[in-house]
């Protein structure tokens, strides 16, 4: 994995010679459909216990809209996939190079069809 990480005076991350894009990017793949699981859909102890009911109302629905539309969160791992993987300086161009790209409409068609060959 790897071998070395930034430290204070600004070095860069060293992968070790084993590695290889394709280990990384499924690696990164869950890493980033974890962060988006913790981002998108659980509060913490301190936003559970400081929610009114209307909030945990909306909590509910917004959950149920995201289980139901698998595209979002394939959308937004794959973003983070990418981000995580390519490490832009300029996080809002890459945003929106990502969700502007034309192909990203196909690319998330394919992925649920295959998802639902999974399944």
Do not use: W
Not at 50 to 70: C, F, V
Not at 72 to 87: A, D, N, Y
């Amino acid at each position: 994995m790897l071998s070395g990480g930034k430290d204070g005076a600004g070095s860069q991350e060293v992968l070790s010679e084993g590695d290889n894009r394709s280990s990384r990017a499924k690696t990164s793949a869950a890493e980033s459909m974890r962060v988006c699981k913790e981002l998108i859909i659980q509060p913490s102890f301190l936003q559970v216990a400081s929610t009114s009911d209307g909030e945990i109302q909306t909590r509910i629905t917004n959950e149920k809209y995201l289980r139901t539309h698998k595209e979002v969160e394939l959308l937004i791992s794959g973003f983070f996939r990418e981000m995580f993987l390519k490490r832009p300086d300029n996080i809002q161009e890459f945003a929106a190079d990502y969700f502007t790209d034309p192909r990203l409409p196909n690319k998330i068609h394919m992925q649920l069809i295959k998802e639902k060959k999974v399944a």
